[in-house]
């Protein structure tokens, strides 16, 4: 956990109190809603279809039990007692009242939580690996890299006013969890042949109407050197990113538009100019962020400890942790994934009373720490394998060990025509007829990892186009449509999925995607041949034409 | 439009000189660029300051060379959306080493001067009188920072070393 220090709460609780002020002249009417639009959404309040909706950080995913406790108390007293768990690490409540918003604010302040950035034309919250720290064979926690960057992208003088939105992302793991290639900035935190750490820096990714992988744009920045490497690349963004086309943008464009040696030339020629712009990372600066990061005193545990043993009895529990449980870096720890995905229920909701639940599971099992991952699913990062069995129960109780992590099931989606004005189709209620399609958990099982994406509209929150099957709603003379995609996928083999073929009705969209499966079922080679690795050998033509042959 | 610099509301003794508009004949003024790059030498000899207005969407670089002879420089915001302006003045005080007057121009409002400060402006032309009003009171809405900029601040991370080293020194 990071801890706040003083001047970090002294720094939020001014933002709440400027907010504050800025509440007050547009209720007064002092503040036009064109000037006010801009200062709300920099604090993360949208005006949406039915009331404001308002988006709070989790900055890198880590949550501890007094601050989630502090969300569920959001959501109960200013909301309608729930909380939605989006893409981004952030957590959006969605029928707060405009002149709740400062004392909302003022409560989370208190536990060192902030809204600042989580909207607007500026730096979106940082984002990282829900396993940082405790995943195995990690480079290094890349959480310390994540808070040095939340600070220096918070109400930054020269950045707060970008073409577009910006989001950074940092994975220090092999295998991708924070979906680095579909950021506008991608880290990947590794070490030179010297044993330095640094990143490989990618730049330029981005899913929403105009879709990109991210481009390698350096091999390796060493670490003292990232704030002013990445200052360079928001240099140029600011001053030559598009400003006439709102569609246009973002820094993927911008790339796209010059060509990554030409974009990349720029940045390295501002780089040199800056000189590091007083902005090198001096060891004992990075040192003193990582000082303020606690970790557990784990005890020594074996391996396979006796009541693992004898709950392996019950297949309803081994079903769970197969699925849910996964390796810890410390031996006789593990990492449990909650799923907030059930059965018939909206992705990424929790529960207020969940959500307390959860704190308190995490005191007694888990060191008081949550995590918080782009799949919409909650995470507890140290629980000690004895305890497995008591979690598990006390999880099944609250509905959260859904075992289905990875799974057909465990859907992402955006919440669509339900609550968003961009949306021009409902998404919540596919991923609801979806999971009931395949509630069957050993059928699940047995189609094995597939991730569904599902996006109200072209914007593509609901990250449709790296889904291993991706949902697009579109409207069409006045109806709801659906284009799908396969072969999608957001870890470091990331991809833009390819259309199967023309768009089909809300009501036959459950019948396709149980289509694709089946004839994935049939196609695969062997059981363990995933269905992104199917598509991938096979194209998209034995799909399209099981799809179409009877429609 | 109210005039603040230097943090207190002033008489604007600059005047805005259209392109193609009739020179006054003497007194300070503000050029577009376009008509001060014309013809510099014929702008600077008459009795009076000359500042140039420059525009947010070309680089500073074409600007640098005049730089010690003017007096100010009017930087743009044509939206309070359209950040570049920012840039251009952190790269006018801190890299070009510019210590004129560094003005801040168009939808000026007040939640952008703490901002705008940060970047090195130290005049604006503001919008609303209330806002001008409020620019003291505004301006001591944050005590942290975290980016070093040209602007003399003390960032939160200057800050935490020298707690611990006084911390240290009175061990």
């Known amino acids: ?551 | 439009m109210p005039l603040v610099k230097n943090a207190k509301i002033t008489t604007d003794l600059f005047v805005h000189v259209a392109d193609g508009a009739e020179l006054p004949g003497d007194g300070d003024i503000l050029v577009p660029a376009q008509r001060f790059l014309g013809d510099p030498e014929a702008l600077l000899k008459r009795t009076g300051k000359v500042g140039v207005i420059w525009p947010n969407n070309r680089a500073v670089d074409d600007l640098v060379p005049h730089l010690t002879r003017l007096a100010a420089v009017a930087l743009v915001f044509p939206s309070f959306r359209d950040g570049r302006a920012y840039s251009q003045a952190r790269l006018l005080r801190e890299r070009h080493g510019y210590g004129g007057e560094l003005r801040a121009t168009g939808q000026v409002l007040r939640d952008q001067f703490v901002f705008m400060s940060r970047a090195g402006f130290d005049t604006f032309e503001v919008k609303k009188d209330a806002d001008a009003d409020a620019f003291a009171e505004t301006m001591k809405r944050y005590s942290v920072f975290y980016q070093p900029t040209g602007d003399g601040r003390v960032t939160a991370l200057h800050r935490r070393t020298q707690l611990r080293h006084s911390e240290s020194a009175g061990q």
């Open chain 1, 1 to 551: 956990m990071y801890a706040y220090d003083e001047l970090d709460r002294t720094l939020i609780n001014e933002r709440v109190s400027e907010f504050r002020d800025q509440v007050k002249r547009r209720l007064s009417g002092e503040l036009t809603e064109d000037e006010f639009k801009m200062l709300r959404l920099q604090n993360g309040v949208y005006l949406q279809l039915h009331a404001y909706m308002f988006r709070v950080a989790i900055p890198y995913g880590t949550l501890s039990s007094k601050q989630l406790r502090r969300l569920a108390h959001v959501g109960r007293r200013y909301d309608r007692g729930y909380g939605h768990f989006t893409t981004r690490q952030n957590i959006q409540f969605n029928w707060i009242k405009l002149s709740d918003l400062p004392d909302a604010l003022a409560d989370l302040a208190d536990v060192g939580i902030h809204a600042m950035q989580t909207s607007g034309n500026n730096m979106r919250n940082v984002t990282s690996d829900q396993w940082a720290g405790v995943a195995p064979g990690e480079v290094e926690d890349p959480r310390i890299w994540s808070e040095i960057l939340r600070q220096h992208t918070t109400l930054h003088p020269e950045f707060s006013f970008l073409p577009r939105k910006f989001k950074i992302a940092i994975t220090a793991s092999e295998h991708d969890r924070a979906a680095i290639k579909v950021h506008d900035i991608g880290l990947r935190l590794h070490k030179n042949a010297d044993g330095e750490t640094g990143f490989e820096v990618l730049v330029g990714g981005g899913l929403g109407r105009t879709p990109f992988i991210a481009k390698a744009i350096k091999p390796f920045v060493h670490g003292r050197d990232i704030l002013s490497y990445v200052e360079a690349i928001l240099r140029v963004y600011n001053q030559y990113g598009r400003r006439d086309n709102i569609y246009k943008a973002r820094i993927k464009i911008l790339v796209h538009e010059l060509g990554i040696e030409k974009f990349s030339r720029e940045v390295d020629e501002e780089w040199k100019q800056m000189d590091g712009g007083g902005l090198t990372l001096d060891h004992s600066v990075v040192e003193e962020v990582r000082s303020r990061f606690s970790y557990p005193a784990y005890e020594k545990l074996p391996h396979m400890p006796d009541e693992l043993k004898q709950a392996a009895a019950d297949p309803q529990f081994e079903r769970w942790r197969k699925n849910s449980v996964a390796p810890h870096k410390v031996q006789g720890y593990s990492i449990v994934t909650l799923s907030l995905k059930p059965v018939g229920g909206p992705p990424g909701d929790a529960t207020a009373d969940q959500m307390d639940a959860v704190a308190d599971l995490a005191d007694k099992y888990s060191f008081g720490e949550i995590r918080v991952g782009h799949e919409q699913n909650l995470a507890l990062p140290h629980v000690a394998k004895r305890d497995l069995p008591k979690l598990w129960k006390a999880l099944d109780r609250l509905g959260l060990a859904t075992p289905n992590v990875n799974l057909v099931t465990d859907i992402i989606a955006c919440p669509g025509l339900d609550y968003c004005s961009l949306a021009n189709a409902r998404s919540i209620p596919i991923a609801q007829e979806l999971t009931r399609r395949f509630a069957n958990h050993g059928t699940a099982e047995m189609i094995g990892r597939l991730h569904i994406n599902i996006s109200g509209c072209i914007n593509a929150c609901g990250h449709h186009h790296v889904g291993h099957i991706g949902i697009l709603g579109v409207e069409k003379n006045g109806e709801e449509v659906y284009q799908i995609t396969i072969g999608g996928r957001a870890d470091e083999n990331a991809q833009i999925g390819a259309l199967i073929g023309p768009a089909v009705p809300y009501a036959e969209v459950a019948d396709v995607i149980e289509d694709i499966v089946e004839a994935y079922l049939a196609l695969r080679d062997r059981p363990e041949e995933l269905f992104v690795d199917t598509v991938k050998r096979l194209g998209v033509e034995p799909f399209k034409e099981r799809v179409y042959a009877t429609r």
